[in-house]
């Protein structure tokens, strides 16, 4: 599988690895370099430096030929937009975004986008975690 | 009309001092509370810190009544969403946002907004016209019917000059409506109209005609 | 030393929200005007805060009919004292300014305000209108803090 992941923070780098080990081709994305140190040498995907909402940088990420498009910088609005263009413009068959804001995340997943809140989720596993 | 603007930087105040002169009912969201601060001061009690892009805020704000909703903060994505949530979550007729890279104007248009401005066209778009190689300028597009009004010069060593109308062949859904000739006098192209250097011809076509319109037209 | 005509106080606002301490400021004026042999002016007014979601002219019956009952309240007060109130509702979108707008509209030289003892995240807090009063008022104000014990 072919996979584009916006954003090279903690869980991007995370899932970046995850998906290279399982031979899965791997192109992160990120407007910072620095953030490219999570990546550790072994790793064999491909590490671009740019903005993932300018469309030249999404095709020189491949994204054309992408199976799947994961955002996952800092800014909820930022996954949003990205998310679309991958979804609307590049019609990319699966999209995920993360979106912090809760009510952001309930109206984009209304709206069509494949839309995760670590917010919601984090507070129910504790909520979990304390009634066990 | 109740108009909603994100964004108090220098666009939304002179936006928002224009139009409470022409008596509209405005409010700007801003994020900076400093901001806010100063806008109150010099205009009253028509500006909330908030987050525009939050539904509680855009709810606080009344978005359920408002006519028109502007964004125009510096970044593209924060337009996209407040436009979207007002759009989508508030029901609002009309969305505007503000781009800054000209390219995301199709992407914006696409997702639901329904006017986009982006400086860097505009004054791209005034260069093309000022060039005189470039013989066609956009005048207007109106989006909701994928028809644009455009403005076709005829250069002097044009292979047209000289040709009658009814001899050039138009591509489909493309419209000659008026010719602005040298001496400045316009007029209505008639199939007898013969065309001369340094008309102005202005055509009603669409996006994926204008390319034809243009070699009908300049013979190049 | 205070030239002692500033301190002579004619024409007074007194901005009411219908809690107690409403009362205790209006009788004050009161008794400012009755040490003037009623010569002074008092005026109460009281500001409907429309959210906006509403627009500006919205009527909502049940807030107008709370704020003709702090209203007639004031004026009963006033007529206990032996000092005329004039009264007014606003409707606005906020109240600190509809208040000070107020005070120049009428070129008074006082506004008098009550205010409860209050806290706000286990804070002692004065909220929004007193301090923005204080910032903007075009003339003296007087802010009556009730004691505690009374509450």
């Known amino acids: 599988m072919k996979v584009v992941i916006m954003g090279c923070g903690r869980v991007g780098a995370q899932l970046a690895i995850l998906l290279d080990k399982e031979n899965h081709k791997v192109t992160t994305l990120d407007i910072n370099v620095d953030s490219f140190r999570r990546l550790p040498p072994e790793f064999k995907g491909k590490a671009l430096l740019g903005n993932g909402l300018d469309e030249n940088i999404l095709k020189k990420a491949g994204i054309e030929e992408a199976d799947a498009f994961i955002a996952v910088t800092q800014g909820d609005n930022r996954n949003i937009m990205a998310a679309q263009i991958a979804k609307h413009i590049f019609n990319v068959p699966k999209v995920i975004c993360r979106i912090y804001d809760p009510l952001r995340r309930d109206l984009y997943s209304m709206l069509g986008l494949d839309a995760l809140s670590p917010t919601t989720i984090f507070a129910q596993m504790l909520k979990e975690k304390l009634e066990s | ?220 | ?151």
């Open chain 2, 1 to 220: 009309m109740y108009i909603i603007i994100v964004g108090g930087g220098r666009l939304g105040y002179y936006l928002a001092r224009t139009l409470l002169d022409e008596k509209h009912e405005v409010l700007i969201i801003e994020k900076d509370a400093a901001t806010v601060q100063t806008i109150t001061s010099e205009m009253g009690s028509i500006s909330i810190k908030g987050d525009g892009c939050e539904t509680a805020v855009l709810a606080e704000a009344g978005t359920n009544r408002a006519d028109i909703f502007i964004s125009v903060t510096g970044e593209d994505e924060d337009n996209l969403v407040a436009c979207q949530v007002a759009k989508y979550k508030f029901n609002v007729p009309r969305t505007i946002a503000r781009v800054r890279n000209p390219k995301h104007e199709i992407i914006f248009k696409k997702l639901g907004i329904d006017v986009t401005v982006s400086s860097t066209a505009i004054i791209l778009e005034y260069i093309k016209h000022e060039v005189p190689t470039n013989p066609l300028t956009h005048l207007l597009s109106i989006e909701e019917k994928g028809v644009e009004i455009v403005e076709i010069k005829i250069q002097p060593d044009s292979k047209t000059v000289g040709t009658a109308i009814k001899d050039i062949t138009l591509p489909p859904e493309s419209i000659l409506a008026l010719i602005i000739h040298r001496d400045s006098k316009p007029s209505v192209p008639t199939p007898a109209t013969i065309l001369q250097a340094e008309d102005q011809i202005i055509a009603v076509t669409s996006p994926d005609t204008e390319d034809l319109l243009r070699t009908a037209l300049t013979g190049s």
């Open chain 3, 1 to 151: 030393m205070v030239d002692k005509d500033e301190l002579e106080f004619i024409k007074i606002l007194v901005p009411v929200a219908g809690t107690t301490a409403d009362e205790g400021a209006i009788e004050l004026a009161c008794r400012l005007c009755k040490s003037k042999n009623n010569r002074c002016e008092i005026f109460a007014v009281h500001v409907i805060p429309v959210e906006r979601s509403l627009p500006l002219d919205a009527e909502d019956t049940s807030k107008i009919d709370a704020a003709e009952n702090i209203l007639n309240n004031i004026e009963s007060i006033g007529q206990k004292q032996g000092c005329p109130i004039e009264t007014e509702m606003l409707q606005a979108r906020d109240i600190g300014s509809t208040i000070i707008d107020e005070a120049k509209k009428r070129g008074v030289d006082l506004i008098l305000m009550g205010v409860s003892y209050k806290q706000h995240f286990g804070q002692f807090c004065l909220g929004d209108v007193i301090p923005y009063v204080l910032e903007n008022a075009p003339c003296r104000v007087l802010i009556d803090h009730q004691l505690q014990s009374e509450l």
